[in-house]
């Protein structure tokens, strides 16, 4: 298992549209495993595998965030079957961090998608992981929540985004001087 590199906004990486996984296999599960830690370590509750540079149609969810299995969700290609409803939290992103803002959403989803085995399933859901899986489908396909907001608010948040991939950088070069 590892912590994996996450892509940040503004990235344009994060707007391509991911490729739907056919192999389920060991390299898929072990994808998985280190989204989970990934996601854990950066105290997310919704990982999508474009985050980490990896353009598959692969997400993951823990929206309890406290590591059970029984509350782990994996979703391989998934896809809408019903949308019905709205509702808004305020959502953010790990690749958009230190933002926070409303976008709606629908309030009930029903999707289907495969586990790791390439089984199908379907699942229904509502409230906050309705909203988590609009989210995560949305990096799937390239979207980002950012992308909901005005071009004044996305221009206000560059100027943070570019303050923080600064931060990041020399928290980076710390940590190799340290190690060294
Ligand atoms: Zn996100």
């Not at 509350?71 to 961090?97: A, R």
């Not at 929540?145 to 931060?167: G, H, Q, V």
């Amino acid at each position: 298992m590892a912590i994996r590199d996450l892509l940040y906004f503004p990235d344009e990486l994060l707007h391509q549209v991911s490729t739907p996984v056919t192999q389920f296999d060991e390299s898929l599960a072990e994808l998985v495993s280190d989204m989970f830690e990934t996601m854990y370590h950066d105290e997310g509750i919704g990982l999508a595998a474009p985050q980490i540079n990896i353009r598959k149609r692969v997400v993951v969810i823990d929206i309890e965030g406290d590591k059970l299995p029984e509350h782990q969700i994996v979703l391989i290609n998934p896809e809408f079957l019903s949308k019905e409803g709205t509702d808004s939290i305020n959502e953010g992103c790990l690749s958009v961090p230190g933002l926070r803002a409303h976008i709606n959403r629908a309030e009930k989803v029903s999707i289907k998608a495969q586990n790791l085995k390439g089984d199908f399933f379907t699942l229904d859901a509502s409230g906050l992981l309705a909203i988590c899986i609009q989210h995560e489908i949305d990096h799937l396909d390239g979207h980002l929540f950012i992308d909901y907001l005005s071009p004044m608010k996305r221009n206000l948040y560059r100027t943070k985004a570019a303050k923080l991939a600064r931060e990041r950088k020399r928290a980076l070069k710390e940590a190799q001087e340290t190690n060294q």
